[in-house]
């Protein structure tokens, strides 16, 4: 089993710092999601119902995925009907 070694110059502190910052990048994403959820722009909804279903980024959630696709299909998504029929 190969065992990573951190560049020169790059110790535990930058992990640390890079990990970091990965969850305050991923929390500011899914901030901005949520208001253009709140705005109500059906491809977010979408995208996120996505996500939901899959479990993919976020925590799986098959009854937000179902109500995600919903208000998308309010708003005239047609990929949303589809994916709500597949869940």
Do not use: K
Not at 12 to 23: A, H, I, K, Q, Y
Not at 69 to 82: K, Q, S, V, Y
Request: glycine residues 6%; charged residues 30%; proline residues 5%.
């Amino acid at each position: 089993q190969e065992r990573l070694i951190p560049a020169e110059g790059f110790d535990r502190d930058d992990l640390r710092f890079v990990e970091r910052r990965s969850r305050d990048y991923r929390d500011a994403c899914v901030r901005w999601l949520g208001e253009r959820i709140a705005q109500g722009n059906a491809h977010t909804m979408y995208v996120v119902g996505c996500l939901c279903r899959e479990g993919h980024t976020l925590p799986a959630d098959p009854a937000r995925a179902a109500a995600l696709f919903e208000r998308a299909i309010e708003r005239g998504h047609p990929l949303a009907m589809i994916a709500l029929a597949l869940s």
